[in-house]
């Protein structure tokens, strides 16, 4: 069964840190593409990390550059999304997905996604 389970979130003052994870079964990560999304209540979802499938070269999206970090472990099968510097604005629920593709291929669209996490919620607040 395929299956991608996040965990990590919670509340957090501004200016600290969370480390989300994504852990997949019933498949291997390192062939796919990943993507990590957030969706805030009434906007519409954005990507925030990207892994490309095999190399696991990192991009992040110009808005949160600098404090959002993916990164995976093929040894775990799991993906991971640091975050630090948090603001208010990051508020919201956090997703991993995971795109088939070819080698070395970085997947930024949303819709092109094959399999999801089910989110983790995010709340920064004093």
């Known amino acids: 069964q395929v299956q991608l389970v996040e965990s990590g979130g919670g509340l957090v003052q501004p200016g600290g840190s969370l480390r989300l994870s994504c852990a997949a079964s019933?498949?291997?990560?390192?062939?796919?593409?990943i993507g990590w999304f957030r969706q805030a209540p009434g906007k519409e979802r954005e990507g925030v990390s990207f892994?490309?499938?095999?190399?696991?070269?990192?991009y992040s999206a110009d808005s949160v550059k600098g404090r959002f970090t993916g990164s995976r472990d093929n040894a775990k099968n799991t993906v991971y999304l640091q975050i630090n510097s948090l603001k208010p604005e990051d508020t919201a629920v956090y997703y991993c997905a995971a795109a088939k593709a070819p080698p070395d291929t970085v997947v930024y669209v949303d819709s092109w996604y094959d399999y999801w996490g089910q989110g983790t919620q995010v709340t920064v607040s004093s």
């Open positions: 892994i490309s499938s095999t190399d696991g070269s990192t």
């Open positions: 019933g498949f291997t990560l390192a062939y796919y593409a």
